[in-house]
Nanobody, 118 residues
Framework: QVLLVESGGGLVQAGGSLSVSCAASGRTPIGYVMAWFRQAPGKEREFVAAISWSGDITYADSVKGRFTISRDNAKKMMYLQMNNLKPEDTAVYYC????????????WGQGTQVTVST
């Protein structure tokens, strides 16, 4: 069993910065992929960014150039640095993980709220 716990988040004005973290524990799969998703009120959950064990990174177009994903494999931690935040970035941000051969993310955190005010 893998446990993912997000931390960070909060309230920030538009144009500001915020970071969120994800701590993994338990029997983490070898070479697991980690990712951030988000879900805004009334909308479906959407992909934000993903990072492989070796550091290959993918971003959603909406966050490219503003968000930076990173991970520390030794600490089982993943981070998301969010800069130049916009009101449309307001959402619950979820940490997710999967093995590198899985088609879907099968481990999820509880989420952390990020609110960007105008």
């Amino acid at each position: 069993q893998v446990l993912l716990v997000e931390s960070g988040g909060g309230l920030v004005q538009a144009g500001g910065s915020l970071s969120v973290s994800c701590a993994a524990s338990g029997r983490t799969p070898i070479g697991y992929v980690m990712a951030w998703f988000r879900q805004a009120p009334g909308k479906e959950r959407e992909f934000v960014a993903a990072i492989s064990w070796s550091g290959d990174i993918t971003y959603a177009d909406s966050v490219k150039g503003r968000f930076t994903i990173s991970r520390d494999n030794a600490k089982k931690m993943m981070y998301l640095q969010m800069n130049n935040l916009k009101p449309e970035d307001t959402a619950v941000y979820y940490c997710a993980a999967k093995t590198n051969t899985a088609l879907i993310y099968n481990y999820w955190g509880q989420g952390t709220q990020v609110t960007v005010s105008t």
